[in-house]
């Protein structure tokens, strides 16, 4: 009796689908920061919150920098979630029981709750600390204003985005 087993074959990643869920997360995320930072709490401008996402490469010049480091700032943002949103097409490519779970929409919804918690504990306790940007600590509200914001402005869209059909 012979058998054969079958090699195990990831789905190919698509590119499209990351470039939509990434650039759809930078997005949202872009906006939901400028509306709720500069908007409502007016606690900044616009070019400071793309010139501190650029601090975390310049350090704090970046500050000084103008319209040109903001621009920095942002491009950055950008290839951040297209980054995470690369992460997660990876993980599914190479994890069966992640496609399953996504195969439903309760499983799109809860995979895409829980990726953005560790995206956003991932920059923030993980990542963060090796650039010259500040961690937001775990006692301020924005560390927890970002940790409920970004399951559902940066992993809900990745992973719905992203999910295989």
């Not at 990434?22 to 900044?44: E, K, M, N, P, W």
């Not at 943002?77 to 029981?97: D, E, G, M, Q, Y």
């Not at 961690?135 to 402005?153: D, E, K, L, N, Y």
Request: a positive charge; charged letters at 10%; glycine letters at 10%.
């Amino acid at each position: 009796v012979t058998t054969t087993v079958a090699p195990f074959e990831a789905p190919a990643i698509d590119a499209g689908k990351i470039a939509r869920a990434g650039g759809l997360a930078a997005l949202l995320d872009a906006s939901f920061v400028v509306v709720l930072y500069v908007l409502i709490q007016h606690r900044t401008t616009v070019y400071r919150i793309w010139q501190g996402v650029a601090s975390a490469l310049l350090g704090p010049s970046a500050f000084d920098g103008g319209g040109r480091t903001a621009a920095i700032g942002f491009g950055m943002h950008i290839c951040i979630a297209l980054a995470w949103a690369t992460v997660w097409a990876v993980l599914l490519s190479r994890s069966a029981p992640l496609r399953r779970l996504v195969s439903t929409n309760g499983g799109v919804i809860v995979a895409g709750v829980l990726y953005g918690m560790v995206v956003w504990l991932m920059m923030n306790d993980v990542l963060i600390p090796f650039t010259h940007a500040k961690v937001t600590p775990m006692s301020s509200a924005s560390f927890w204003v970002q940790f409920a914001w970004h399951p559902f402005g940066v992993g809900l869209p990745i992973v719905a985005i992203s999910r295989t059909r």
